[in-house]
Antibody, heavy 118, light 110 residues
Framework: EVQLVESGGGLVQPGGSLRLSCAAS????????MSWVRQAPGKGLEWVANIKQDGSEKYYVDSVKGRFTISRDNAKDSLSLQMNSLRAEDTAVYYC???????????WGQGTLVTVSS | QSALTQPASVSGSPGQSITISCTGT?????????VSWYQQHPGKAPKLMIY???KGPSGVSNRFSGSKSGNTASLTISGLQAEDEADYYCCSYAGRSTWVFGGGTKLTVL
């Protein structure tokens, strides 16, 4: 059974940093692109970032470029998102998602809430 | 990276069929057959319902179907059931390893 478990969310002040983690199990982690998708309170889904199987390619939505860094550790079946210079508009539930090729996010974690507020 | 356009809400009675539209551009929906749809119940993670425009994942009811014409994709739910009440999001590959979601549609089963 595929499982994705996020952790690391919490309350952080504007300008601060936070590191999210996602522990994967039930599939060959190193064989798939992985992504982060977020959802602001009461709002829709927004793709944030993704990373290739070997970590050699990383892509980001424009609003987080230069502030967020996605990474992975295939030896530990783990995905991370380092978030710096956080803004109020980054407040959201952050989901870890497994990409099924270019066409879909076929498995999702339960999400971790990040709140940016003073 | 502009969000795809979906109606804010749709409704239908049990047993009826409803269709949710998702309009993008030639750079996303119209340019690739990589449209997917997700169902999200309150407080829960999204669940994949349709991918590659019209394919259903294993375990998802065949009451859910998808299609695309030009820059607009559609999700149709037939034989509406109470448990179908949820938010629905479309998503399209947008090239250069990026994706874009729709704003979401709240489905109410009357």
């Amino acid at each position: 059974e595929v499982q994705l478990v996020e952790s690391g969310g919490g309350l952080v002040q504007p300008g601060g940093s936070l590191r999210l983690s996602c522990a994967a199990s039930g599939f060959t982690f190193s064989s798939y692109w992985m992504s982060w998708v977020r959802q602001a309170p009461g709002k829709g889904l927004e793709w944030v970032a993704n990373i290739k199987q070997d970590g050699s390619e990383k892509y980001y939505v424009d609003s987080v470029k230069g502030r967020f860094t996605i990474s992975r550790d295939n030896a530990k079946d783990s995905l991370s998102l380092q978030m710096n210079s956080l803004r109020a508009e980054d407040t959201a539930v952050y989901y870890c998602a497994k990409a099924g090729g270019w066409s879909r996010f076929d498995y999702w974690g339960q999400g971790t809430l990040v709140t940016v507020s003073s | 990276q502009s969000a795809l356009t979906q109606p804010a809400s749709v409704s239908g009675s049990p047993g009826q069929s409803i269709t949710i539209s998702c309009t993008g551009t030639s750079s996303d929906v119209g340019g690739y057959n990589y449209v997917s749809w997700y169902q999200q119940h309150p407080g829960k993670a999204p669940k994949l319902m349709i991918y590659d425009v019209s394919k259903g994942p294993s375990g998802v009811s065949n009451r859910f179907s998808g299609s695309k014409s030009g820059n607009t994709a559609s999700l149709t739910i037939s034989g509406l059931q109470a448990e179908d009440e949820a938010d629905y999001y479309c998503c399209s590959y947008a090239g250069r390893s990026t994706w874009v979601f729709g704003g979401g549609t709240k489905l109410t089963v009357l």
